[in-house]
């Protein structure tokens, strides 16, 4: 689903800009301020975790996101050893 989403995103950027399908997309979609569709999935998560935990959804929502109680503490390792 996610790729036919890409290529209506592609398509509709290319109608806008009158765009060869030979040119680079990049730089259009950072003109019109638009995610790649895999960032944009993130994002969108993103933001309704904040809103869950915020109380800013309809209830229902809420038992549907796990949380955890105390927060989980990382250790950064390093790849190597120090010599």
Not at 7 to 35: E, F, G, N, P
Request: with cysteine.
């Amino acid at each position: 689903m996610s790729h036919l989403l890409k290529v209506y995103q592609y398509s509709t950027v290319r109608l806008i800009y009158r765009m060869k399908s030979a040119d680079h997309i990049t730089d259009a979609l950072a003109c019109l301020h638009w995610l790649l569709v895999p960032e944009r999935i993130d994002y969108e998560v993103a933001v309704l975790m904040y809103k869950v935990l915020h109380g800013c959804v309809p209830r229902y929502l809420g038992p549907l996101v796990p949380v955890a109680d105390k927060p989980v503490e990382y250790q950064q390792e390093l790849p190597f050893k120090n010599r």
